[in-house]
Antibody, heavy 127, light 108 residues
Framework: QITLKESGPTLVKPTQTLTLTCTFSGFSLSTSGVGVGWIRQPPGKALEWLALTYWDDDQRYSPSLKSRLTITKDTSKDQVVLTMTNMDPLDTATYYC???????????????????WGQGTLVTVSS | SHELTQPPSVSVSPGQTARITCSGDALLKQYVYWYQQKPGQAPVLLIYKDTERPSGIPERFSGSTSGTTITLTITGVQAEDEADYYCQSGDSSGFYTVFGGGTKVTVL
């Protein structure tokens, strides 16, 4: 059974750095075709992909947020950490981590689905 | 902005068919994945690779493709299907992940 859980602060001040940890079980990030991604959702708004890391250390970031994000994985601890710098009230959102499964490879790249999601954690940015 | 375009809302009566579209130029080359999100819950994968259904997903959910438009169809809508639906794919480069803006399905 695959489970994921996000943890971190619920409240951060503007300009601070947010650090979120995704602790998972039921799979290994050493397994080919597997990854973990981060997605956020501002209140009442749509999902927004932030970053992901694959089993082979391939890491990708949303182009619009790339300068502020860092994703790291600790395979021995079954954890993935996302840091986001220079937080702003517009970053207030529920942050989800999700298990990724690569469904297809070809010249157009890797096509992946988010198969299992954590419950999400609401992060509020306010002074 | 979203590279994937979805209608903001769809309304349907119980037992009828709901169709939700997802459009984008990249969809000629990229697969689409569909998620259902109910209020206060995390999204759930409904359809992968345009038309495939994961185990445990009811057969009334299906996907189809036509060029740059991918459609999620809910046949015989039930009250419990009232939710937000999101499509997800790769961008035109295939390197980045994108979500559509979401479609709210209301069961009348």
């Amino acid at each position: 059974q695959i489970t994921l859980k996000e943890s971190g602060p619920t409240l951060v001040k503007p300009t601070q750095t947010l650090t979120l940890t995704c602790t998972f079980s039921g799979f290994s990030l050493s397994t080919s075709g597997v990854g973990v991604g981060w997605i956020r959702q501002p209140p009442g708004k749509a999902l927004e992909w932030l970053a992901l890391t694959y089993w082979d250390d391939d890491q990708r970031y949303s182009p619009s947020l790339k300068s502020r994000l860092t994703i790291t994985k600790d395979t021995s601890k079954d954890q993935v950490v996302l840091t986001m710098t220079n937080m702003d009230p517009l970053d207030t959102a529920t942050y989800y981590c999700a298990h990724i499964r690569v469904r297809h490879y070809d010249s157009n790249g890797r096509s992946s689905s988010f198969d299992y999601w954590g419950q999400g954690t609401l992060v509020t940015v306010s002074s | 902005s979203h590279e994937l375009t979805q209608p903001p809302s769809v309304s349907v009566s119980p037992g009828q068919t709901a169709r939700i579209t997802c459009s984008g130029d990249a969809l000629l080359k990229q697969y689409v994945y569909w998620y259902q999100q109910k209020p206060g819950q995390a999204p759930v994968l409904l359809i992968y690779k345009d038309t495939e259904r994961p185990s445990g997903i009811p057969e009334r959910f299906s996907g189809s493709t036509s060029g740059t438009t991918i459609t999620l169809t809910i046949t015989g809508v039930q009250a419990e299907d009232e939710a937000d639906y999101y499509c997800q794919s790769g961008d035109s480069s295939g390197f980045y992940t994108v979500f559509g803006g979401g479609t709210k399905v209301t069961v009348l």
